[in-house]
């Protein structure tokens, strides 16, 4: 059993910067962040190996950065350039550590952290 305890969230005006935190109590080959905007499914954003291959959603490319430390069972999410349709509740994800690569549904992922708040004001 993996436990994963968002932080970070908040509210930034259009062009703004934040960043996420992911904390899991234990080891995780991939991790990754989903989001879920209101009246939307949830959605994959980024994820990440232990050995640091990413993978982002187009819409993210060249905004977002994922990265991690393994040492310390943390993940992060910088994202730069937001705008309103970046608003969302972001949720950290694990897979089961059977997982080798990174999925983009939300189906294969065995562990949630309970969301944090992203709000982009125009």
């Known amino acids: 059993q993996v436990q994963l305890v968002e932080s970070g969230g908040g509210l930034v005006q259009a062009g703004g910067s934040l960043r996420l935190s992911c904390a899991a109590s234990?080891?995780?080959?991939?991790l990754a962040w989903f989001r879920q905007a209101p009246g939307k499914e949830r959605e994959f954003v980024a994820g990440?190996?232990?050995?640091?291959?990413?993978l982002y959603v187009d819409s993210v490319k060249g905004r977002f950065t994922i990265s991690r430390d393994n040492a310390k069972n943390t993940m992060s999410l910088q994202m730069n350039s937001l705008g309103p349709e970046d608003t969302a509740v972001y949720y950290c994800?694990?897979?089961?550590?059977?997982?080798?690569?990174?999925?983009?549904?939300?189906?294969?992922?065995?562990?949630w952290g309970q969301g944090t708040q992203v709000t982009v004001s125009s």
């Open positions: 994800a694990a897979a089961p550590n059977f997982a080798t690569s990174i999925a983009t549904t939300t189906s294969v992922y065995e562990y």
């Open positions: 234990g080891f995780t080959y991939v």
């Open positions: 990440i190996t232990w050995g640091d291959r990413t």
